[in-house]
């Protein structure tokens, strides 16, 4: 048997690997895609998947704030209208609708990206995990706003959806946990905030992450929306979104909203 020093050397090796070699991977990705790939024309609007903006603890998902006001520039000089994500979901929107939306809730939504929204008159929506909100996680303390803060966007306009309690695979729990991680965060969104969110966010976001029973469950929950990731992939009975990576400068940009993306599910 080895020691275990060296399986630890091992694990902490392939640790590192994935952190360089995965980034490295995805930016291959999206350049092949944007060149070689099929462009898909959608009928309606298009939802934008952010993260957080000049935070890279979120790492591949991370953009900076210069990159994120040059992708609503350029959006504008191309003729798009930014819209409510919730206006393309329950109407598909016309093909130069654009929503904005950001799951997990950090903090730099509240501290950079939204001012940034705000001098552009940009609605958007969050979807905050309600534990790390909460502050029950402690990798999170910090790195995640505050209800308080989420008050304020709330205040200001900003839509806010659930993303679930802790941010699990809902594939790979049981049926009987749906209902906490669907009712409860939407209860404690309620509660903190004094709004009531029928939308959803898929944590991890793609097809092989939800299940049937899953929307039958957050139907039961309450949610008329439920969000998941590309459009030819999707679960049936979600709404897509496209994501956007720290990779995309003008060119990717581009074809990602003329739908070269809309078969790929991020991985990461």
Known sequence: MLAAGVIKKIVKGVGLERR???????FCERYALATFGHEHQRPGGRILAYHSVGQPAWGVNDVSPQQFRRHLDLALELGYRFVP???????????????????????SVATVAAPILRDYGIPYTVFPVTDWTDGKVE????????????????????????HSVTHSDFAAMSPDRYEHELAESRRIIRSRLGCTTETFAIPLGQARH??????????????????????ETR?????ARTFVTQ??????????????????????
């Not at 994500?85 to 903090?107: E, K, N, Y």
């Not at 899953?214 to 459009?231: F, L, P, T």
Request: hydrophobic share 50%; no cysteine.
């Open 20 to 26: 360089h070699v995965a980034p490295a991977r995805m």
């Open 85 to 107: 994500a919730s206006q393309i979901a329950l109407t598909g929107g016309a093909p130069m609708d654009l929503a904005v939306t950001f799951d997990d809730g950090a903090r």
């Open 139 to 162: 990798h999170f303390v910090g790195k995640v706003m505050t209800w308080d803060e989420m008050a304020g966007l709330v205040t200001s306009g900003a839509e806010i959806g659930s």
């Open 210 to 231: 939800w299940t049937a029973a899953a929307g039958d469950a957050a139907r039961a929950a309450g949610y008329a929306i439920v969000y998941s990731q590309s459009e």
């Open 235 to 239: 679960p049936a009975g979600t709404i």
């Open 247 to 268: 990779f995309d400068a003008d060119y990717i940009f581009r074809v990602l909203l003329r739908g070269a993306f809309d078969w790929w599910d991020e991985w990461f």
